[in-house]
């Protein structure tokens, strides 16, 4: 795979998780009136996931399962 | 010509009304029927004689089955080859799609985010629906690791959560950003070469020759690309579907 492949895999992984954060946050916000919390909890929560989901696509940890 | 003009949709002709909008047969509709068409005549002749020593659309076939029941089953165990058409139709599609985006004056339907979305969203819920009905609420253990102390356990389902959630989107934008930045990059080089030629004249056009060889080599690398990024979205379906076939494994 060549290294543009590979980067573009491993930054959409980080990228992923945040977007999904700040959506999460963001309607909650909207449906529940708790702005800003939502978005700042779940924005942070989104990056840690983010980053989760690049060490185990890097290999840096392992898959996910459900013995562990 | 501008690098994001090749990525235009053209509506070719009108197919009715649908809550309020009008709804095209599109250049990106046409490849996809295109590509479904190829396919159907490919197989549906590859596998109408079933002779023992197979002609060469025959073997074609048969290579394209095997290869991919190979990688369903190194991922997601025997029991996954009841996926085999689901990851079957992806991969020949996505496969198909990206080759023919290479030919020239074509349209790329996998440069565009919501195809890929809608391929990503699919499996997702496909994951999703297959291993509610196949575990039922077992299979939401899959979000709960073992051995984590209870204090910070929500946090860490939390954390779980979306990481599952953000599965479609990085399934998606790796397929489709490979697509539109390779095609950009060919684009961009193809336009060194006109803005060579047109502002130094005769030098201008001998010294495209330096760009147009980094298109001969940025072709064959696309091309690489195309299979290798259909076989990527292929073996994450595999994976994901690995979850939900094997969440206890």
Redesign the interface.
């Given at each position: 795979?060549?290294g543009?492949?590979r980067g573009?895999?491993l930054s959409?992984?980080l990228?992923?998780?945040v977007?999904?954060?700040a959506g999460?946050g963001w309607g909650l916000d909207h449906w529940l009136g708790t702005s800003p919390w939502g978005l700042i909890v779940?924005v942070l929560?989104?990056f840690?996931?983010?980053v989760?989901?690049l060490m185990r696509?890097a290999g840096v940890v392992r898959?996910?399962?459900?013995?562990? | 010509m501008h690098p994001i003009e090749q990525f235009q949709i053209v509506n070719f002709f009108s197919l009715g009304h649908l809550g309020g909008h009008e709804i095209f047969f599109t250049n990106s509709a046409a490849l996809m029927l295109g590509a479904i068409l190829l396919l159907t005549v490919f197989l549906v002749g590859g596998t109408a004689g079933g002779r023992l020593v197979p002609t060469r659309l025959q073997s074609m076939a048969e290579l394209t089955y095997e290869f991919v029941a190979t990688t369903i089953r190194e991922t997601a165990g025997h029991e996954g080859m009841r996926f085999f058409p689901f990851v079957f139709c992806i991969f020949m599609f996505v496969l198909t799609v990206n080759i023919f985006g290479l030919i020239p004056y074509s349209f790329t339907v996998t440069s565009h985010v919501i195809v890929t979305s809608v391929l990503a969203l699919v499996v997702f819920f496909t994951v999703l629906g297959y291993g509610l009905y196949r575990h039922g609420f077992h299979f939401l253990n899959l979000f709960v690791p073992k051995g984590v102390p209870s204090y910070i356990l929500p946090m860490i389902v939390a954390i779980e959560v979306l990481s599952f959630f953000s599965r479609p989107i990085s399934h998606s934008i790796r397929l489709f950003g490979n697509m539109l930045a390779g095609h950009i990059a060919l684009q961009v080089f193809a336009g060194f070469i006109i803005l060579l030629g047109g502002g130094l004249g005769a030098i201008g056009w001998i010294g495209g020759v330096v760009p147009f060889a980094m298109i001969v080599a940025l072709f064959a690398l696309e091309t690489l690309v195309a299979v290798i990024q259909a076989y990527v979205f292929a073996i994450l379906t595999c994976i994901y579907l690995n979850d939900a076939i094997h969440p206890g494994h």
């Amino acid at each position: 795979m060549s290294g543009f492949a590979r980067g573009f895999q491993l930054s959409s992984e980080l990228v992923g998780g945040v977007v999904v954060g700040a959506g999460i946050g963001w309607g909650l916000d909207h449906w529940l009136g708790t702005s800003p919390w939502g978005l700042i909890v779940f924005v942070l929560l989104g990056f840690a996931a983010g980053v989760l989901n690049l060490m185990r696509a890097a290999g840096v940890v392992r898959q996910r399962n459900l013995n562990d | 010509m501008h690098p994001i003009e090749q990525f235009q949709i053209v509506n070719f002709f009108s197919l009715g009304h649908l809550g309020g909008h009008e709804i095209f047969f599109t250049n990106s509709a046409a490849l996809m029927l295109g590509a479904i068409l190829l396919l159907t005549v490919f197989l549906v002749g590859g596998t109408a004689g079933g002779r023992l020593v197979p002609t060469r659309l025959q073997s074609m076939a048969e290579l394209t089955y095997e290869f991919v029941a190979t990688t369903i089953r190194e991922t997601a165990g025997h029991e996954g080859m009841r996926f085999f058409p689901f990851v079957f139709c992806i991969f020949m599609f996505v496969l198909t799609v990206n080759i023919f985006g290479l030919i020239p004056y074509s349209f790329t339907v996998t440069s565009h985010v919501i195809v890929t979305s809608v391929l990503a969203l699919v499996v997702f819920f496909t994951v999703l629906g297959y291993g509610l009905y196949r575990h039922g609420f077992h299979f939401l253990n899959l979000f709960v690791p073992k051995g984590v102390p209870s204090y910070i356990l929500p946090m860490i389902v939390a954390i779980e959560v979306l990481s599952f959630f953000s599965r479609p989107i990085s399934h998606s934008i790796r397929l489709f950003g490979n697509m539109l930045a390779g095609h950009i990059a060919l684009q961009v080089f193809a336009g060194f070469i006109i803005l060579l030629g047109g502002g130094l004249g005769a030098i201008g056009w001998i010294g495209g020759v330096v760009p147009f060889a980094m298109i001969v080599a940025l072709f064959a690398l696309e091309t690489l690309v195309a299979v290798i990024q259909a076989y990527v979205f292929a073996i994450l379906t595999c994976i994901y579907l690995n979850d939900a076939i094997h969440p206890g494994h």
